[in-house]
């Protein structure tokens, strides 16, 4: 399996992104599809992921203002991020596994097999 993130950029505080992250190799059916953010000098964490039964989780930090979307027809994942911060400014990262269980989105980085390369978001206050 072969991620690609994409949607970065420079956006002011209170401002919107739409990242992508599209995956190719083999359909991602039973997979579980997540966003992890890694701030300056941080680690990197879990923000939100989608089980392959639809199920979706989120990090406190970004409930209300971020959505998680999947569009398996085009075996691509989205992240709607509004009223962005500037402790959203990261690199974003999309990563993949496979869950058998069809509501379960585990938020441990090491669960993940599969990454994008990131794409940097900025927000400026």
């Known amino acids: 399996v072969q991620l690609q993130a994409s949607g970065g950029g420079l956006v002011q505080a209170g401002g919107s992104l739409r990242l992508s992250c599209a995956a190719s190799g083999r359909t991602l059916n039973n997979y579980v599809m997540a966003w992890f953010h890694q701030g300056p000098g941080k680690e990197r964490e879990f923000v939100t992921g989608v089980a392959w039964g639809g199920i979706r989780s989120y990090a406190d930090s970004v409930k209300g203002r971020f959505t998680v979307s999947k569009d398996i027809a085009n075996n691509t994942m989205y992240l709607q991020m509004n009223s962005l911060k500037p402790e959203d400014t990261g690199v974003y990262y999309c990563?993949?596994?496979?869950?058998?269980?069809?509501?379960?989105?585990?938020?441990?980085?090491?669960?993940?097999?599969?990454w994008g390369q990131g794409t940097q978001v900025t927000v400026s206050s």
């Open positions: 990563a993949a596994y496979n869950d058998p269980v069809y509501y379960r989105v585990k938020t441990d980085q090491q669960e993940y097999r599969y």
